[in-house]
């Protein structure tokens, strides 16, 4: 996959530009449980590739200064055209040798603490945060718990609530639970089409409510958590089409939203972003 991508022209970026710059472009068809079967496909696109597409000179950090690097999550610094920002992502891997090293997406607390990590550095920097969130859920052993799995998230939601620099999250697959949330309490979140976001997975939901596991297609309908049934309720700002120009759109979109945000006060971006969360629910 190429590292150089075109820029769309001006018609393709208007013919996915809804209004109030709501990308709405794509098709839209299939249940939400097509969604999700199509959220977890082998072939997705993951957070290395968004990474090795939009940015350049991209140089990964490692490790929380406290455990370990925990490899399900990407962190480093790079240049969004001639601006640094920090990037982070959720990072699921490619094949069984991948995925086995990235422990499929599922973060342990020193993922998450990294991530933190960076953003305070990026903070201090006045860097822009972009995250990536591809996951089915922080990872749950044993282990995990005993490190503060539980605290490192929470410490995250506190953090970037206040984090004095914007912060753009770009759910692209599966946005599952408080997994996905410690790198999406952000001035805005957006969505490919296809992908999901919800506190729980439908076969998780359908083993609690109707003990049948076999009812996750009735629960993916219930849970409302398509990128459209989130549009519609508020959840996220944007919904980016899965066609030939996500990456150069994707760029672009990236560059203006930040550009606005960083005009802003920062008293007015963290109170807009508390806002933001405050009215939810």
Known sequence: MSTQTQMPTQAQAQEIQGQNGRVVGGSTDGTAYDKVMKARANNRFTSMDFINEIFQGFTEMHGDRRFADDKAIVAGLGWLEDMPVTIIGIEKGHDIKTRTMRNFGSAHPEGYRKALRQMKLAEKFKRPVICFVDTSGAYCGIGAEERGQGQAIAENLMEMMSLNTPIISVIIGEGGSGGALALAVADEVWMLENSIYSVISPEGCASILWKDNNKAKEASENLRL??????????????LPEDDVLFPFLKIELVK??????SMPLSQLTENRYQRFRVMG
């Not at 939203?257 to 960083?262: D, M, S, Y």
């Open 226 to 239: 398509t990128a459209d049934d989130l549009l519609e309720l508020g959840i996220i700002e944007k919904i």
């Open 257 to 262: 939203t930040l550009e606005r945000l960083q």
